[in-house]
């Protein structure tokens, strides 16, 4: 049974950076055709797209994150890492790690880690 958990901070103050780690076990994150993701949903908001990291190690944001973001993986580890720099409460939500197939859906989710950006 594949299982993602989240695991980091649950509480960062503005301007400092966020970083969430996922780990993968009952799979690996090198298996081909996949996308190894973070969603995140504010409080009161819908799913907002992070970026991914894919088998090779190639990497994808979304433009109005991809200034503040980076994701990396630790393949020894069965790992991928989320970055995110210079934090506001607006990044105030739950993040979640999911895996994405090469058709796009998204077929594994991690439980969620709240994050609170606050001083």
């Known amino acids: 049974q594949m299982q993602l958990q989240e695991s980091g901070p649950g509480l960062v103050k503005p301007s400092q950076t966020l970083s969430l780690t996922c780990t993968l076990s009952g799979g690996s994150i090198t298996t081909s055709y996949y996308r190894w993701s973070w969603i995140r949903q504010p409080p009161g908001k819908g799913l907002e797209w992070i970026g991914y990291i894919d088998s090779r190690g190639y990497t994808s944001y979304v433009p109005s994150l991809k200034s503040r973001t980076s994701i990396s993986r630790d393949t020894s580890k069965n790992q991928f890492t989320l970055q995110l720099s210079s934090v506001t409460p607006e990044d105030t939500a739950v993040y979640y790690c999911?895996?994405?197939?090469?058709?796009?859906?998204?077929?594994?989710w991690g439980q969620g880690t709240q994050v609170t950006v606050s001083s």
């Open positions: 999911v895996r994405v197939s090469s058709d796009w859906f998204v077929n594994y």
